[in-house]
Each structure stands twice: as C-alpha cells, then as structure tokens.
T-cell receptor, first 113, second 112 residues
Framework: NAGVTQTPKFQVLKTGQSMTLQCAQD?????MSWYRQDPGMGLRLIHYSVGAGITDQGEVPNGYNVSRSTTEDFPLRLLSAAPSQTSVYFC????????????FGEGSRLTVL | DAKTTQPPSMDCAEGRAANLPCNHS???????VYWYRQIHSQGPQYIIH???NNETNEMASLIITEDRKSSTLILPHATLRDTAVYYC?????????????FGGGTRLMVKP
C-alpha cells in the first residue's frame, strides 16, 4: 500500500534554479497539501487543493506554484530557488476537504546553495 | 483556528503511561482536537482526534475536559518507539481546506 509518495527524497539546487517536487497518492483523496518544515520548527502550509482543478494558498505560498490536473497528483514547483527555501517538504492528503486524518509522505529534503 | 500550548519536552519510563497535556483555551465550538506525532524526520503520523467526547483507538486515548479548554493524550504503555514530537492541533472542518497548523509540539523521550 503506497499511500502518499514523494520524489525526490533529496535534492541540491543552486540559487536561481527551478525544480518540481512530485507528490502522488493512491487513496482517491480529494484534499492534498504541501507543508515545509524548517529545522526545529513545526510545519507550515504552503499550498493546498480541495480537488482536481482547484488550488489555494496557505500560510507561506511565495516562491511556489502548484497545479492539480488529476486527483492523484499535486506537484510543487519552485520557480527560482533561494537559500531561504532550504527545508524539508511534506505532501499530505485526506479524504475530506475540511477535516479528518491527514496522510503524509516521507518528505523531500531540499538544499539550496 | 485556535492556538494550542504544549510543554516543549517530557520524559516517560518505558512501559508506563505517557500523559501529554495540551491547552486550547480559545477553542471554538466547531473545532476538533487533533493529535499527530513525528518520529525523527519522518512525515507526521495521525494519532487520534475528537470533538468533545473522550476517544480511544489502538494507539492512544484522548481525554477532553468538559469545558473543552484542554485535553490530554494518553499512550497507555509507552515504548521506546513512541519517542517523537507530539503535536496538538485544533481545527474546524471547513470548505477552505484542511489547514492544520502545526506548532512546536512536545518532544517525548521514552527512557528504558
């Protein structure tokens, strides 16, 4: 049972480069979201989606883009990487758009030099 | 969403019950109390949630006070594998999305 799958697990970028973090879930969940976690801190919501074709901003959306063309996939794009985006990124999904249990991926560790 | 206050760290002896408190004095009537934990650098793991009644599942029990201003997560027989950061979150079901806000949490250390 795959659950929520994130790729890549590790990535090193240079300042100004762009990249996409992939997230896929096989539970047919409507709700998906992206969080970032900086060292010693809690998680902060970047973007979320309540269904295919619908996305919205979370607490810290600047510098990131998302799209939701299918129920299964919710990629996170870094447009022009900055050292401040060095973090661990977690993707999550849930069956209910507004509540209930969130299932998290294992995280993608990004370093921007 | 209402904010929560948790102690930054706690210790517990292996095999004993771990009682993790959470204060949420500004909780609204439609907000649920959620508990998640994060083991090392893994993705957070859902434990339990409740509205006003006490809840129990295979992992833990959740005790919510009658005025709903505080709650306690109980791990009945803590093991070394329960060492983790435990997050208490309050959030309402809403159509704007499942915007759970993770604070600092409590770092639980289970000791042999």
């Amino acid at each position: 049972n795959a659950g929520v799958t994130q790729t890549p697990k590790f990535q090193v970028l240079k300042t100004g480069q762009s990249m996409t973090l992939q997230c896929a879930q096989d539970m047919n969940h409507e709700y998906m979201s992206w969080y970032r976690q900086d060292p010693g801190m809690g998680l902060r919501l970047i973007h979320y989606s309540v269904g295919a074709g619908i996305t919205d901003q979370g607490e810290v959306p600047n510098g990131y883009n998302v799209s939701r063309s299918t129920t299964e996939d919710f990629p996170l794009r870094l447009l022009s990487a900055a050292p401040s985006q060095t973090s661990v990124y977690f993707c999550a999904s849930s069956r209910l758009p507004g509540g209930g249990e969130l299932f998290f991926g294992e995280g993608s560790r990004l370093t921007v030099l | 969403d209402a904010k929560t206050t948790q102690p930054p760290s706690m210790d517990c002896a292996e095999g004993r019950a771990a009682n993790l408190p959470c204060n949420h004095s500004t909780i609204s009537g439609n907000e649920y109390v959620y508990w998640y934990r994060q083991i090392h650098s893994q993705g957070p793991q859902y434990i339990i949630h409740g509205l006003k009644n006490n809840e129990t599942n295979e992992m833990a029990s959740l005790i919510i006070t009658e005025d709903r201003k505080s709650s306690t997560l109980i791990l009945p027989h803590a093991t070394l594998r329960d060492t983790a950061v435990y997050y208490c979150i309050v959030s309402a079901y809403n159509n704007a999305g499942n915007m759970l806000t993770f604070g600092g949490g409590t770092r639980l250390m289970v000791k042999p």
